[in-house]
């Protein structure tokens, strides 16, 4: 009997893993206010953002150059069959392009971003938390995330709107490319046409969501590696829990992003 009395509640569970998940969204936005504010006072690690910018922004290169063209052949080939229904093939170049910019582009690359960065960030953290790197530099008077989580957030804030571009740029040349030799557009009709087809709020909508997606898969990751427990073990399970939060926290963001840009662009 005394042994039961001690035993906890589904309330009392349920009532600790809400106060958990408050704990962690109140860490998560002070680590997230206090890399943005480390901006505004020295020191400030120019090398080490420089650095992040290579490994975040030139290291993406690839897969966003390989996914982009091929996502703007497919979207080519999935609506090719509908307008040639109507005899409107020439509108696959407004459909492209409008699609590509305004939403796959950035909520693609953001995703693909994600997978490779965020990941990447939290184990590396996560290492230097295991092997007690990270309390080193406390001991040494460095500030850890303004040395570690700072560089990053700036890198992938600032690299991610060009991998966008990018990414958009290379989707329309795949469209073009399977709507020439399927459809038979010449190059003329399609650019004209994705081009004309393209508004500022457009181009704004496609701009402005990967600096805030940029934000945050960097302090996603970084805060799933500095908060890593339980040796190497605690480094993997950051890693899958820092992509799953921040692929899922970029699809909820990205839905109320596009709502007020639409209502925005809409009274304009």
Same mark, same amino acid.
Request: glycine fraction near 10%; aromatic fraction near 8%.
């Given at each position: 009997?005394? /042994?039961? *009395?001690?035993?906890?509640?589904?309330?009392?569970?349920?009532?600790?893993?809400?106060?958990?998940?408050?704990?962690?969204?109140?860490?998560?936005?002070?680590?997230? $206010?206090?890399?943005?504010?480390? %901006?505004? !006072?020295?020191?400030?690690?120019? *090398?080490?953002?420089?650095?992040?910018?290579?490994?975040?922004?030139? &290291?993406?290169?690839?897969?966003?150059? %390989?996914?982009?063209?091929?996502?703007? &052949? @497919?979207?080519?080939?999935?609506?090719?069959?509908?307008? /040639?229904?109507?005899?409107?093939?020439?509108?696959?170049?407004?459909?492209?392009?409008?699609?590509?910019?305004? /939403?796959? &582009?950035?909520?693609?690359?953001?995703?693909?971003?994600?997978? =490779?960065?965020?990941?990447?960030?939290?184990?590396?953290?996560? *290492?230097?938390?295991?092997?007690?790197? @990270?309390?080193?530099?406390?001991?040494?008077?460095?500030?850890?995330?303004?040395?570690? @989580?700072?560089?990053?957030?700036?890198?992938?804030?600032?690299?991610?709107?060009?991998?966008?571009?990018? *990414?958009?740029?290379?989707?329309?040349? &795949?469209?073009?490319?399977?709507?020439?030799?399927?459809?038979?557009?010449?190059?003329?009709?399609?650019?004209?046409?994705?081009?004309?087809?393209? /508004?500022?709020?457009?181009? @704004?909508?496609?701009?402005?969501?990967?600096?805030?997606?940029?934000?945050?898969?960097?302090?996603?990751?970084c805060y799933e590696g500095?908060?890593?427990?339980?040796? !190497?073990?605690?480094?993997? =399970?950051?890693t899958t829990t820092a992509?799953?939060?921040?692929?899922?926290?970029?699809?909820?963001?990205? !839905?109320?992003?596009?709502?007020?840009?639409?209502?925005? $662009?809409?009274?304009?």
């Amino acid at each position: 009997m005394p /042994e039961s *009395s001690h035993t906890p509640s589904v309330f009392s569970i349920f009532a600790d893993g809400i106060k958990r998940q408050v704990l962690g969204v109140q860490e998560y936005a002070q680590l997230t $206010f206090r890399s943005l504010a480390n %901006l505004a !006072t020295s020191p400030r690690y120019w *090398s080490d953002t420089l650095e992040q910018m290579d490994l975040i922004g030139v &290291g993406s290169l690839p897969i966003v150059i %390989l996914t982009g063209f091929f996502i703007g &052949g @497919v979207m080519v080939l999935q609506t090719a069959s509908q307008f /040639e229904k109507f005899g409107e093939t020439a509108l696959t170049g407004d459909a492209v392009s409008l699609a590509l910019v305004r /939403e796959l &582009g950035p909520a693609i690359t953001a995703l693909l971003v994600a997978g =490779r960065n965020a990941s990447g960030i939290a184990s590396e953290l996560g *290492s230097m938390v295991v092997t007690e790197q @990270v309390d080193a530099m406390r001991a040494l008077g460095t500030d850890p995330v303004r040395k570690l @989580v700072t560089p990053r957030v700036v890198a992938t804030v600032l690299m991610l709107p060009l991998l966008t571009v990018i *990414s958009d740029f290379v989707g329309l040349c &795949g469209g073009f490319f399977v709507a020439y030799f399927t459809l038979r557009l010449g190059a003329v009709q399609f650019w004209t046409r994705a081009v004309d087809a393209l /508004e500022i709020g457009d181009v @704004v909508q496609g701009l402005a969501k990967p600096f805030v997606f940029g934000l945050i898969i960097a302090t996603v990751g970084c805060y799933e590696g500095l908060r890593v427990k339980g040796g !190497t073990q605690g480094v993997g =399970r950051a890693t899958t829990t820092a992509v799953v939060v921040s692929s899922v926290f970029i699809l909820v963001v990205d !839905t109320f992003i596009t709502k007020l840009l639409l209502y925005l $662009f809409q009274r304009t």
